[in-house]
T-cell receptor, first 110, second 114 residues
Framework: SQQGEEDPQALSIQEGENATMNCSYK?????LQWYRQNSGRGLVHLIL?????REKHSGRLRVTLDTSKKSSSLLITASRAADTASYFC??????????FGKGTRLSVIA | DTAVSQTPKYLVTQMGNDKSIKCEQN?????MYWYKQDSKKFLKIMFS???????INETVPNRFSPKSPDKAHLNLHINSLELGDSAVYFC?????????????FGPGTRLLVL
């Protein structure tokens, strides 16, 4: 069964603006990960946040995790045209395989 | 150097045919995976192998048979292809089963069944 659900499904912003994507999940997790997929390519791991962490940064990326609400957000600051891609959250629970959401398609317009 | 590679990149074939997709990783990882991504971009795991042994076999028709000749390779053979098999198939690997923390994906194989 699908675990993560990203919101919005699609997002279009101007270069330089911030982009925020959200992910909700249903069961308790060990960690939550965000991946990026450029058109016609495989997924690339961006960042992992563990269930006992609330916030994590990596360059222009900021991820938050609220386990009480079973949700996470990915913030990309000062977006660039090269950030145009689909972004997926994936949850890891116990010994089950990673479960991916349907993704948010981000378009950054120059 | 490509970490996870797949061949072919594109595969167009007729319904009823049998085809194989190959995957190789040069990361020294113990665990490899096959995923299917449908037209709506939903990514679903199909199989997971650890050290050449099948660990996860999600609800996948038995027309799909993975084969791992060694831990660096995980091939996917599909018998009697159906229209619904059209999708992008991704191979991935991770360090081991305990560390499912970061998965490294191949570029995908785009399968179109006519």
């Amino acid at each position: 069964s699908q675990q993560g659900e990203e919101d919005p499904q699609a997002l279009s912003i101007q270069e330089g603006e911030n982009a925020t994507m959200n992910c909700s999940y249903k069961t308790s997790i060990n960690n939550l990960q965000w991946y990026r997929q450029n058109s016609g390519r495989g997924l690339v791991h961006l960042i992992l946040i563990r269930s006992n962490e609330r916030e994590k940064h990596s360059g222009r990326l900021r991820v938050t995790l609220d386990t009480s609400k079973k949700s996470s957000s990915l913030l990309i600051t000062a977006s660039r045209a090269a950030d145009t891609a689909s972004y997926f959250c994936a949850t890891h629970s116990g010994n089950t395989p990673l479960v991916f959401g349907k993704g948010t398609r981000l378009s950054v317009i120059a | 150097d490509t970490a996870v590679s797949q061949t072919p990149k594109y595969l167009v074939t007729q319904m009823g045919n049998d085809k194989s997709i190959k995957c190789e990783q040069n990361l020294g990882h113990d665990t490899m995976y096959w995923y299917k991504q449908d037209s709506k971009k939903f990514l679903k795991i199909m199989f997971s192998y650890n050290n050449k042994e099948l660990i996860i076999n999600e609800t996948v028709p038995n027309r799909f048979s993975p084969k791992s000749p060694d831990k660096a390779h995980l091939n996917l053979h599909i018998n009697s292809l159906e229209l619904g098999d059209s999708a992008v198939y991704f191979c991935a690997s991770s360090q081991d089963l305990r560390d499912k923390e970061t998965q490294y994906f191949g570029p995908g194989t785009r399968l179109l069944v006519l």
